[in-house]
């Protein structure tokens, strides 16, 4: 069985870096690993994927601000969201990538404010 | 990037009805296509993939048609658990985008 677990802070000041940690139990090793987020203003939105082997895309609208890296030791993956704004308030999911993003973390609220 | 333009946005509909959703792309996607439901406060959940194969473990009373730029999502007959926001994603090309969703409830 999959398990993905996204963690991290659940407030980040405008203008700071947001970090997110994703960590996955079970098969993930052939797989991109995707990072989405949802707000009520911009509906479901994907922000990059990550393949184990370093392999990266990520969404045009984002790729300026957007860091994606891959820890195999310890079956993480993490994203990182530089220049911050109100418009990053979101929940973030990680979730496994494959023909469709069949596992998902629970998400994690992350909100920008002073 | 690929718009995907779902239809309709909301839908009231009973138990035991037949319903049907649709997405439309804004250019064609072959059958790089999939579905996936979302309760409140959870994740989506894949219920198709490939516009039409059913994700394991998920009802037989979902289906998916179509290729290029027409899909549907049909549930045959409406279960309480079904009444959920549903959305369509394209994985055909770069950027990855979803359809803004539709908003199943029950009459």
């Known amino acids: 069985q999959v398990q993905l677990q996204e963690s991290g802070p659940g407030l980040v000041r405008p203008s700071e870096t947001l970090t997110l940690t994703c960590t996955v139990s079970g098969d993930i090793i052939s797989y991109y690993l995707s990072w989405v987020r949802q707000s009520a203003g911009r509906g479901l939105e994907w922000i990059g994927r990550?393949?184990?082997?370093?392999?990266?895309h990520s969404n045009p609208s984002l790729t300026s601000r957007v860091w994606m890296s891959v820890d195999t030791s310890k079956n993480q993956f993490s994203l990182r969201l530089t220049s911050v704004t109100d418009a990053d308030t979101a929940v973030y999911y990680c979730a496994r990538d494959s023909q469709g993003f069949d596992y998902w973390g629970q998400g994690a609220l992350v909100t920008v404010s002073s | 990037d690929i718009q995907l333009t779902q239809s309709p946005s909301f839908l009231s509909a009973s138990i035991g009805d037949r319903v049907t959703i649709t997405c439309r792309a804004s250019?064609?996607?072959?059958?790089?296509l999939a579905w996936y439901q979302q309760n409140p406060g959870k994740a989506p959940k894949l219920l198709i993939y490939g516009a039409s194969t059913l994700q394991r473990g998920v009802p037989s009373r979902f289906s998916g048609s179509g290729s290029g730029t027409q899909f549907t999502l049909t549930i045959s007959s409406l279960q309480p658990e079904d009444f959920a926001t549903y959305y369509c994603q394209q994985l055909n090309s770069y950027p990855i985008t979803f359809g803004h969703g539709t908003r199943l409830d029950i009459k």
């Open positions: 990550i393949h184990t082997t370093g392999g990266v």
């Open positions: 250019q064609g996607i072959s059958t790089y």
